[in-house]
């Protein structure tokens, strides 16, 4: 019997305290070391949305669900509503979000 150990994910409160400590040290956002940083947290999301939310795709086609680092599932309707109660329930960053969709889509007007 084989066990599946979840990976160690890192938090918001983490990609911030390393953020911060990279740029007192002069680092660039386009640094190397900045790179790796958000790609970090680029796989975390993407291993939050295979785990948890890519299973519901078919029964909850084009709505928008949110996964916690704990694998928590919040599913909405909108991209608006989403954002605005994944961020009360899981607080800022500790998420990964998406519309449930064959291609993955993402809500730009948060950049």
């Not at 994910?9 to 305290?17: C, F, Q, R, Y």
């Not at 640094?31 to 291993?47: F, G, H, K, N, T």
Request: proline share 3%; with cysteine.
């Amino acid at each position: 019997m084989s066990v599946v150990t979840k990976p160690r994910l890192i938090t918001a409160g983490e990609v911030d305290e390393r953020r911060c400590q990279l740029l007192r040290a002069g680092l660039a956002d386009d640094s190397i070391e900045m790179q790796a940083l958000w790609s970090e947290v680029d796989e975390r999301d993407d291993y939050l949305w295979d785990r948890y939310a890519v299973p519901l795709i078919a029964e909850h086609l084009g709505e928008w669900a949110a996964v916690s680092l704990d694998g928590d599932v919040l599913i909405r309707p909108t991209s608006l509503e989403a954002h605005r109660d994944t961020r009360e329930q899981f607080g800022a960053g500790n998420f990964s979000i998406g519309r449930l969709a064959e291609f993955r889509g993402f809500d730009l007007s948060r950049c």
